[in-house]
């Protein structure tokens, strides 16, 4: 113990440097925070007298003259088991973290799913602990990133909500991705195109479901559509309505990769050959769809480039710099393989 309080009286403070460079210690406050209101005779004695004293600025002061906590949220209102399950999750946190990295900024990870799970996290997110928040996966009108908003937060959110006009978001183009994927299919003569489409309470559930319905509506073919939530147990249930209720069905366009395996896994069952009997294509272009048995054909959505996106546009408005495009939509494209 007698070591531990001798080491902590060793720990160079804020005064030892202002004493050293023969300053003030408001100015020492104001070389460690950047601020243009130094000298540069003072900023250099500031910071030599740092170098010969190795001191390291106390996180809990800086924040209390900078009011900046330099620590952003991701919020993802899913389960945690979701988060772990899904492709789209692991590349967008991955492209997120690249671009805080080189800010300096911490990245925090918030899951919450119910209304007194949202109340809580608004109270710490409101509470001086984070400079902005990231939304993905968010579920209707949510009011949090508004409330978030209304506190001075910035808010940049992950795929165009329902029911809200957020002031940043990035999001891929579902619509014409989904689109394309049917066109695929009907270019390959299938006639009796179904689809599991996703979560109608999310813009990315709502778009892929239009841009099947904008295929089929150019051919005349009849819609066949049920409903998951994006999940591979949803994929299964959905496929085995399908089966009971059309077995005509000759394709199938799942909303996502993990709806689309569960299908082809029913469609083994069934005795239904992949792609002979039922063509499959899925949505994420994930490496479970990849190495697949069939291997899955899929839209690839650029989930990295989508966090990188979202945290580029976080940055600039936590730094306050003007930004040309708050809404970014970025492409998709048909990744060909043997499901279709």
């Not at 709806?259 to 499959?280: F, Q, W």
Request: proline share 5%; with cysteine.
């Amino acid at each position: 113990m007698d070591g531990d309080r001798r080491r902590s009286a060793a720990r160079p403070t804020l005064e030892a440097v202002a004493a050293l460079a023969g300053v003030g210690r408001g100015t020492v406050s104001r070389v460690i925070n950047g601020s243009p209101k130094v000298s540069d005779r003072a900023r250099d004695a500031v910071l030599e007298a740092i170098e010969q004293l190795g001191y390291v600025p106390n996180r809990a002061a800086r924040t209390l003259v900078t009011q900046r906590t330099d620590t952003v949220a991701l919020v993802v209102s899913e389960a945690h088991q979701r988060v772990f399950d899904e492709p789209f999750f692991a590349p967008a946190i991955r492209g997120i973290g690249s671009v805080l990295s080189e800010t300096g900024l911490q990245l925090i990870m918030a899951m919450a799913q119910t209304q007194s799970e949202h109340e809580r996290l608004e109270h710490f997110l409101t509470g001086q602990r984070v400079d902005g928040a990231l939304f993905v996966s968010l579920h209707g009108a949510d009011p949090l990133p508004e409330r978030l908003e209304q506190h001075g937060i910035p808010t940049v959110l992950g795929g165009r909500p329902v029911g809200l006009d957020p002031e940043c978001y990035v999001d891929v183009d579902n619509r014409a991705g989904a689109r394309q994927a049917v066109n695929y299919l009907v270019s390959q003569g299938r006639r009796r195109i179904a689809t599991i489409a996703g979560s109608l309470d999310m813009g990315v559930g709502v778009d892929r479901l239009a841009g099947y319905r904008d295929a089929l509506l150019a051919t005349g073919q009849t819609e066949i559509v049920t409903h998951g939530d994006f999940s591979e147990e949803s994929g299964i249930a959905g496929m085995r309505r399908l089966l009971a209720e059309h077995p005509e069905v000759d394709a199938v366009f799942a909303a996502s990769d993990p709806m689309a395996l569960g299908v082809i896994k029913i469609l083994k069952e069934a005795g239904r050959r992949v792609p002979d009997d039922v063509a499959v294509i899925g949505f994420d272009d994930s490496r479970a769809g990849a190495h697949s048995s069939p291997a899955l054909t899929s839209v690839h959505q650029p989930a990295e480039a989508m966090g990188r996106q979202m945290a580029r546009l976080l940055v600039s408005r936590i730094e306050e710099t003007p930004i040309d495009h708050p809404s970014v939509i970025l492409d998709t494209r048909l990744v060909i393989r043997e499901s279709a």
